[in-house]
Each structure stands twice: as structure tokens, then as C-alpha cells.
């Protein structure tokens, strides 16, 4: 069965910084594209950023927030990360991280009906 376990949302003043984790359990982490999403109340989910496995890859990250937010993963861990940092009133949100299967190393996965597996969220608030 597989689960994965988003922490380290909170409540957090604007110009700060968070970093959220995606805990997973009952896949091979190292061969799942990961993702984050974000959704609002009455919104569909946001892509925030996204980050593939294996090499031939990078990255990728919404324009509304490049430069501000990373992606990284442990694959020792089976974990993948969110570090947020400048944080905005704006970026308030439950955020959820999405992990997919791909055959091809290095794919990027933006479209958030491209992947079978979510977490439950964790909520992020910014204050302004």
C-alpha cells in the first residue's frame, strides 16, 4: 500500500521560510517523478514544482514561485523535500505532494492527472 506523509506546514509571518516533507512508503521511491501541489479553497490544485528521478533531469518550478522554493530528494530516505523561503501571503495553501511512476528517467511531471499517488496535505499559512 502505498503512502505518502506530508509535515512541517504551519503558520508562519510573510518573509519566512518552511520546509515541508513527503515521507514515502510502498514504492520504489528512486524510480517515482515527484510533484507539489497547492490548492485553495474553491481553486483547482496548483502546480508548484515538480522534480524527477534518476539523471538526465532538473527541477521545475511554477513562475509564482521560481526562486523561491526547492525541491530536493533523498531517495535514501524516501523522502522528497519543499523549502520555502520569502514566503507570501499568497502562497497560503494545503500543500500536497504527488509521486508517479515514469519509465523514463528525468521526467517532469506538471499536470497533476498524471499522477496516482497523493499525500493528505499539510496546511501552510503566511501572515502578512
Known amino acids: 500500500q502505498v503512502q505518502l506523509v506530508e509535515s512541517g506546514g504551519g503558520l508562519v509571518q510573510a518573509g519566512g521560510s518552511l520546509r515541508l516533507s513527503c515521507a514515502a512508503s510502498?514504492?520504489?521511491?528512486?524510480?517515482?517523478?515527484m510533484g507539489w501541489f497547492r490548492r485553495t479553497p474553491g481553486k483547482d490544485r496548483e502546480f508548484v514544482g515538480a522534480?524527477?528521478?534518476?539523471?538526465?533531469?532538473?527541477?521545475h518550478y511554477a513562475d509564482s514561485v521560481k526562486g523561491r522554493f526547492a525541491i530536493s530528494r533523498d531517495n535514501a530516505k524516501n523522502t522528497v523535500y519543499l523549502e520555502m523561503n520569502s514566503l507570501k501571503p499568497e502562497d497560503t495553501a494545503v500543500y500536497y505532494c504527488a509521486a508517479q511512476w515514469t519509465t523514463a528517467q528525468g521526467t517532469i511531471l506538471m499536470d497533476p492527472r498524471r499522477y496516482n499517488y497523493w499525500g493528505q496535505g499539510t496546511q501552510v499559512t503566511v501572515s502578512s
Open positions: 510502498g514504492l520504489t521511491f528512486s524510480w517515482h517523478a
Open positions: 522534480i524527477p528521478w534518476g539523471v538526465g533531469g532538473s527541477t
